[in-house]
């Protein structure tokens, strides 16, 4: 499985952005899928989850009010919706395939993951 995210770039406070997360290699439709991020300094964190139906999403409690995640299996696609964002979001973001059909919190629970995607927010 390859992923291969896009959608990142510069964007001021309360400004918004939809990261894409396009599969290729094998279908993806019976994985979780996930989103994760890597700030400078840091370690990978959490940041949303979608089952392999979507009817089963979970996200970072600091962000669950602003973030969304979604999935077309139809299109081999997954995408995180980013509103209201803010200074301390910016990161690279990663999006993953999970080893089941529910991923989790934990990188653990991925087995394939993009090259990540640069989110810079400015103040």
């Known amino acids: 499985v390859q992923l291969q995210a896009s959608g990142g770039g510069l964007v001021q406070a309360r400004g918004y952005l939809r990261l894409s997360c396009a599969a290729s290699g094998r279908t993806i439709s019976n994985n979780a899928m996930g989103w994760f991020r890597q700030a400078p300094g840091k370690e990978r964190e959490f940041v949303a989850t979608i089952s392999w139906t979507g009817r089963s999403t979970n996200y970072a409690s600091s962000l669950k009010d602003r973030f969304t995640i979604s999935r077309d299996n139809t299109k081999y696609m997954v995408y995180l919706q980013m509103n209201s964002l803010k200074p301390e979001d910016t990161a690279v973001y990663y999006c993953?395939?999970?080893?089941?059909?529910?991923?989790?919190?934990?990188?653990?629970?991925?087995?394939?993951w993009g090259q990540g995607t640069l989110v810079t927010v400015s103040s």
């Open positions: 993953a395939a999970g080893r089941s059909s529910y991923g989790g919190t934990s990188t653990g629970g991925y087995q394939y």
